[in-house]
């Protein structure tokens, strides 16, 4: 009896965390054989701080992935989506405002510095009215996706492969095939700009202060409600180790080149809110219930329709938020402005160890997918690596990473 | 060397890591005879019959099968089939598009250099279907057939296949009395025909309806192999348990209080069929501290009534709905638990549980507004208080996080309970709420439910067997075809009473002998 239940315990862990070790091994190995590979160019803190930088897009539409996918959804649009998004906020901001707002505000002309941006009032207006039209189209296109799949029930697949096709007319019609610019420098700042070395210690330190005490309180909880806790050096040494992490990475990566990336401390904040609301709200654990079961989650009295909604909108959000950045990121509106982006993001959820049938996955798991992708294509074009090479690498390493995950669940008859 | 016996187990024992399913199996199937094998869930019968069948090939099992004289080593389900052991699933593994003779020789099509001779195909169907009078039209399309006739065509191909030992599982899980009656019929012919049955039940009465030999299993043990004729129910229930059970219902005196619910002339066509009533002029009303069983032959109505009160089916509903005295309208689930109604759903694994998530997450699923606001899940309180309802109806559990997967059935079905203690109850639904699991879980739940009782909670049971309504409720309402053909008191009530009503053979509303307490 003893033996069954240590057995079927230590079974119970390796399977449920099986993937998440195998995921974190392969992202060192893979950074293990780049940095060989190029003798160490690729561990340079310059090299390491621009992978990150180029990750924050396809992780922002990941998150939302995530949670689409685990609702058992998919969204084949967002690629098109932030290329239009993408090509409205340069509209916005090459023609529409530069010729509208000087003569409506011709107060606001005057030059202006701040955080070493030279820009002039009427250019921070343009950009915050770029951005708030951004997010609200973005919303928008959610709601109509997201009503046309929960209440006209059109199946997720035809409605985003509908609005693969829609959005990318939209990013043509917009451009008329043109690179559109100039952009403002406060927008390119948001893609482009670096946070201050002084800056960077100050949010590390407010995030390791917040790591500790989320810890301790968990653990004063527990106690109260009398629940077995884990021995104090044990919680330490797991604070201490996302601790190091964080200081690995605002020493030696961002201040080591040029400081915290804009794009990547907003990826940051907008992860760790999803993450709460995924894990720590009852909309998040209404997600992955009716993913795993809906007809149970209906017969528990949760609107699912509601909650299916909600995910597309917050899918649009997120598109809304990395069409500013691939905005900033290219400072212009292009006719190819996230091509493909779809399939890498779905690509990073699978990866990152999100289950197309639904039901399970992890907005942190996706992140590290993403950082897998990103990882590759920067570590194969520093070894200058032909283009070709990096779609076929980028297709194996996506149905290796589908198969360990295969494999390590047949492990789980045991369990049976 | 042939002998009476087709088919002997000798010492065959089964281990998986840290756990011992089967120890010392023996026992000896009979030529010709349906041969009975009974025990609770976990007794060890799916893993003898995956040895069999040759899910767990040879060399994964110690001991010897020995079939017709030699060895039996089976490397493959395949192999298993060849030399003659054919099962007959539980869960029904047909092609629902496609039609029954395509079914029956899935892939085993007869060919003409490679292309489908279906002429031949048809014409051996046919034979099959005749030679051992199975009534069913061998161009059918499956999904037309309904469950009884589904079943008949997995028999069939089962039969098509040489089958020496025909292995049913739980056939009649899912079927009518009259379809019952059917396979029976059918099965006896078989016997006639020298076909050998084992058959896997929990329905006590047919093993004394149909088999010759009884084996009872009991923790990966056989008890004892007995003729049928030599025993009674009681005896084969205290083998299984272990224990001799004087009553299979737990005895409770309930005093009914005031009338909680009232249903006055429900009526609900069916969303498929726009024209047709499903639920047709339904009275009933049931008082705080009742237990209502809810009978009838399936598709009778029984559950699209049940479901219909908590919101989940029909689309058109005329009559009211009246609950402590309000008149309602419940058009979702979310409706109902706001007035008090709760569902434990007829098919726990579909519809009751997301299996795949830990007990913890199924248990709040239905009551996270209590630990939550908006923005933020307390999973502290959370744990705390599904920890307590856990104990308080003793699931058995190694951690709460564990899957629900990993839970035997009684205890699947105890949580489903459990996701509405947490809850405002005032009226509790049960349909089918033994169905699939053991004799021992089936009377905890039987305790709880009068547990409940007794605290006033109003129950609604909706069940296909019997012995189980006339075990437990305080009144019985009878459908037949949409309608409501009695509501009759437990002390009234025997099992051919029921039957008549259910049958339509006699309808309280026109000769004016109902006993309806209205």
Redesign the interface.
């Known amino acids: 009896m003893f ?7 230590s079974a ?1 862990y390796i399977s449920v965390n099986i993937r998440y070790l195998a995921m974190i091994f392969a992202l060192i190995l893979i950074w293990a054989f780049f940095a060989v590979a190029t003798q160490g160019i690729f561990l340079k803190a310059q090299n390491l701080s621009n992978l990150f930088r180029q990750m924050t897009i396809i992780s922002f539409l990941a998150i939302g992935m995530v949670l689409v996918i685990v609702t058992g959804n998919i969204d084949l649009s967002v690629g098109s989506v932030v290329g239009f998004i993408s090509a409205i906020a340069a509209y916005l901001q090459a023609v529409t405002f530069s010729k509208y707002l000087p003569k409506m505000f011709p107060m606001l002309v005057g030059h202006v510095s701040i955080l070493g941006i030279e820009t002039t009032y009427v250019g921070l207006l343009s950009t915050g009215l770029t951005i708030v039209i951004a997010l609200l189209v973005g919303i928008l296109i959610g709601v109509i996706q997201g009503a046309s799949i929960a209440y006209l029930g059109i199946p997720a697949f035809v409605v985003t492969l509908g609005g693969m096709l829609i959005f990318r007319g939209g990013v043509l019609g917009i451009t008329q095939g043109k690179t559109v610019v100039p952009i403002e420098n406060s927008l390119v700042y948001i893609a482009q700009g670096y946070l201050s070395n002084l800056g960077g210690i100050i949010v590390a330190c407010i995030v390791i202060i917040a790591i500790f005490i989320i810890i301790l309180w968990n653990r004063k ?2 106690k ?2 009398g ?1 077995d806790i884990n021995p104090i050096y044990k919680d330490l040494s797991i604070a201490g180790f996302f601790s190091l992490l964080v200081l690995f990475y605002v020493l030696y990566i961002a201040n080591g080149y040029r400081g915290i990336q804009n794009p990547v401390l907003l990826l940051a904040i907008v992860a760790i809110i999803f993450s709460y609301v995924s894990t ?3 909309f998040g ?1 209404y997600c ?2 009716l993913g ?2 809906k ?9 699912i329709r509601w909650n299916i909604f909600i995910v597309f909108v917050l899918m649009g959000l997120l598109s809304g938020i990395a069409g500013i950045v691939l905005t900033g990121y290219v400072a212009a509106g292009t006719i190819g402005g996230g091509l493909n982006y779809e399939l890498s993001t779905i690509a990073a959820c699978v990866i990152g160890g999100t289950s197309l049938m639904g ?2 996955g992890r907005i942190s798991g996706a992140l590290v997918g993403s950082l897998i992708i990103a990882s590759l294509e920067n570590g194969m074009s520093v070894m200058n690596m032909d283009i070709f090479w990096q779609y076929i690498v980028k297709g194996l390493v996506l149905i290796l990473a589908v198969y360990i995950d295969v494999a390590s669940n047949r492990k789980s008859w ?3 | 060397m042939s002998s009476e016996y087709i088919l002997k187990m000798d010492q065959v024992t089964k281990e998986f890591p840290g756990v011992r399913a089967l120890s010392n199996v023996s026992f000896k199937v009979k030529k010709g005879e349906i041969h009975g094998l009974c025990g609770e869930n976990g007794a060890g019968k799916s893993t003898l019959m995956k040895i069999l069948s040759g899910v767990y090939p040879h060399g994964e099992y110690q001991g010897t099968i020995t079939m017709d004289g030699s060895e039996l080593k089976n490397n493959s389900i395949h192999d298993a089939i060849d030399k003659g052991i054919a099962i007959v699933y539980q869960e029904l593994a047909l092609v629902p598009q496609m039609s029954v003779g395509e079914n029956i020789y899935l892939g085993r099509e007869p060919q003409n250099l490679g292309s489908i001779n279906w002429n031949r195909l048809y014409a051996n169907t046919s034979d099959i279907l005749k030679k051992y009078n199975l009534d069913i039209p061998f161009y059918a399309k499956v999904s037309s057939l309904g469950v009884g006739k589904q079943q008949m065509v997995e028999i069939a191909k089962a039969l098509s296949e040489d089958a020496k030992v025909l292995i049913l599982d739980e056939p009649t899980s899912a079927l009518t009395e009259t379809e019952v009656e059917t396979l029976m019929m059918i099965l006896r012919n078989l016997k006639k025909k020298g076909v050998t049955c084992i058959y896997i039940s929990h329905k006590l009465e047919e093993f004394f309806e149909i088999t010759d030999t009884i084996t009872v299993l009991r923790d990966g043990m056989v008890v004892d192999t007995v003729k049928t004729t030599n025993t009674n129910t009681e005896q084969v229930i205290a083998m299984m348990v272990g224990r001799k059970m004087t009553d299979r219902f737990p005895k409770a005196a309930r005093k009914p209080k005031n009338t909680i619910l009232e249903v006055k002339n429900l009526t609900v066509y069916d969303p498929d069929n726009p024209f047709k009533k499903k639920i047709d002029n339904v009275s009933f009303s049931i008082r705080e501290g009742e237990i209502l069983g809810i009978s009838g032959l399936m598709g009778s109505g029984r559950s699209e009534l049940v479901t219909t009160l908590f919101g989940e089916y029909g689309t058109k509903i005329s009559g009211d709905i009246i609950i402590d005295g309000k008149n309602v309208k419940i058009k979702s689930a979310r409706d109902a638990m706001r007035y008090g109604i709760n569902l434990v759903p007829e098919d726990r694994k579909k519809m009751g549980l997301v299996l795949m998530q830990s007990i913890l997450k199924n248990l709040s699923l239905p009551n996270i507004k209590q630990f939550s606001s908006i923005f933020h899940i307390d999973k502290h309180k959370e744990l705390h208080e599904c920890e307590k309802i856990s104990k308080s109806i003793s699931i058995k559990y190694s951690s709460l996080h564990d899957k629900t997967d990993s839970l035997s059935g009684g205890n699947q079905q105890k949580v489903v309970i459990a996701k509405w203690l947490l809850s405002l109850t005032k009226v509790l639904i049960l349909d089918e709420p033994t169905r699939g699991i053991d004799v021992g879980a089936k009377y905890e739940i039987y305790k709880l439910m009068n547990e409940l009782a007794d605290n006033g909670v109003a129950i609604i049971m909706v069940s296909s067997e019997l012995p189980e309504i006339l075990g437990m409720s305080d009144r019985i309402l009878i459908m037949c075809s949409g309608s409501c053909t009695g509501i009759i008191d437990r002390k009234e009530a025997t099992q051919e009473e029921i039957m008549t009503y259910a049958t339509g053979m006699k309808n309280y509303s026109n000769n004016g002998n109902h006993v309806n307490n209205i």
């Open positions: 033996l069954k239940d240590i057995s079927k315990r119970r909880q527990k109260s409600y629940f720590n709200t009852r654990r992955y219930a795993g079961n007809e149970a989650t209906k017969l528990s009295g949760v609107n039901g399970e045991i369990e049976k």
